[in-house]
Each structure stands twice: as C-alpha cells, then as structure tokens.
C-alpha cells in the first residue's frame, strides 16, 4: 500500500490550506485514515481521523472546529481542509491508514505517507 501526501506550503496565520492523501495498492475501504503532524524536534502527533465509512471522525482537541478530514472512497484519497491556520501548525503532515477505527497513536497505523511540510507565518 502506497500514500502519497500532497497539499502543503507556506501560509501566513488565519490562512487556509488543503492536504491531500492518494492511496494506492490496497482496497482503500478496507482502511480507517488518519493524518499527523510532526513539529521539528517534536513527537509525531495525532491530528485526525476518519473511518472507512465516513461515520466515524475523531480530531485532536488542538485542531477540533479549525480542520476537516474527509475521504472519497471511490478517488481512493483522504482530505485535510486546514482553517485559520496558527503559527504552532507548523508541521511535517503525514497520511497513514490502518484497519479499523481504534487507537489513534502512531504505532497503531500499518501504513505511512513521506509527509508534506506545512509552515504557517505571523
């Protein structure tokens, strides 16, 4: 199974962003998917997630209400809508996908994308 994140850049605060996650090599339904980010000489984090379905979303208190993870089933890809974005946004983004919708700490995701940069100005 292949991730491929795309969707990052340079944004200044207040700003808005789209992340994208394509999936290939696997039966992409069969997967709950989540993002994370990692800030420099940070633990990678949990950011959100949503299961195979669509039903079930989960977001990390520190984005809930900013960010909005979405997944198109039939283009096999995962979405990040990222708003009012905030200088401490600033991250390397991962896609990662696993089998269902359990735990949300990295160790429980199978399946990895090589992360997109997202920096966010003052």
């Known amino acids: 199974v292949q991730l491929q994140a795309s969707g990052g850049g340079l944004v200044q605060a207040g700003g808005s962003l789209r992340l994208s996650c394509a999936v290939s090599g696997g039966t992409f339904r069969d997967y709950a998917m989540g993002w994370f980010r990692q800030g420099l000489g940070q633990e990678r984090e949990f950011v959100a997630a949503?299961?195979?379905?669509?039903?079930?979303?989960d977001y990390a208190d520190s984005v809930k209400g900013r960010f909005t993870i979405s997944r198109d089933n039939a283009q096999s890809k995962v979405d990040l809508q990222m708003s009012d974005l905030k200088p401490e946004d600033t991250a390397v983004y991962y896609c990662?996908?696993?089998?269902?919708?359990?735990?949300?700490?990295?160790?429980?995701?199978?399946?990895w994308g090589q992360g997109t940069q997202v920096t966010v100005s003052s």
């Open positions: 949503i299961s195979w379905t669509g039903g079930s979303i």
């Open positions: 990662a996908g696993r089998y269902g919708f359990g735990p949300k700490k990295p160790q429980h995701f199978e399946y």
